[in-house]
């Protein structure tokens, strides 16, 4: 599935508060083929309204597709950590914002 993404164009990036060294350390872990950016002021995590003061403060499960010039061409705010759009909903939605945006 994820040649997909990369054929659509698609670059991936997860951002969270936890610092570098744990985030690298969960990329190792899971083998994830995108890199977890660090918000520790939640700076962007905020800017996105994804921001849940509960549980010590987190980030709501959200998703961007996010154009070159930082439009937001797709937003999903799931309800829970497992809660996430469908892959299909995703290409749709790349390639809808690929002719709106670029």
Do not use: C
Request: proline fraction near 8%; charged fraction near 25%.
């Amino acid at each position: 599935m994820w040649d997909r993404f990369e054929q659509a164009g698609l670059k991936v990036a997860a951002i969270v508060v936890d610092e570098p060294a744990k985030n690298l350390a969960m990329v190792e872990m899971l083998l994830l083929p995108f890199p977890i950016l660090s918000d520790p002021d939640a700076s962007v995590i905020h800017s996105y309204d994804v921001w849940n003061p509960n549980d010590g403060g987190v980030a709501e499960p959200a998703l961007f597709l996010v154009r070159p010039d930082f439009t937001v061409a797709f937003e999903y705010v799931g309800t829970d950590f497992a809660d996430r759009p469908e892959d299909e909903e995703l290409f749709v939605a790349a390639g809808e914002a690929k002719g709106v945006g670029g």
